[in-house]
């Protein structure tokens, strides 16, 4: 798997940032909405954590990717995002739900943000 860098953003926080944007007088040109820029590596590495028991990926071929993104300008409006981690648990909570992924392990009883 290619080792690049990417963004994350929870759809839950998109939301919230487009409403913070509809909303506020000061709000004008284009914003970027990315919470995190991390390494496939470092996010596969956070699921194993959060997650074990499933079959990640094991070999990573460096490949350089783009610039991070940054959301500036919209944390100087008052956006906030949540914790990867947070992030992570419930898509992975939501896909068992929904059927789109089985689960092989028990989930720990207390997961700490």
């Known amino acids: ?60 071929t460096e490949k350089s990717g783009l610039n991070p993104l940054n959301s500036k300008k919209l944390l100087k409006l008052g956006w906030n995002y949540r914790p990867l981690e947070e992030t992570i648990v419930d898509t992975v909570m939501n896909y068992e739900e929904t059927g789109l992924l089985e689960k092989e392990k028990p989930f720990p009883s207390t997961i700490r943000f």
């Open 1 to 60: 798997m290619e080792n690049l860098r990417r963004p994350y953003t929870d759809v839950r926080d998109l939301s919230e940032a487009i409403l913070l944007l509809y909303e506020n007088p000061e709000s004008n040109g284009r914003y970027i909405c990315c919470a995190y820029s991390i390494r496939t590596e470092e996010f596969v590495a956070r699921m194993e954590n959060l997650f074990p028991g499933y079959n990640y990926p094991k070999l990573f």
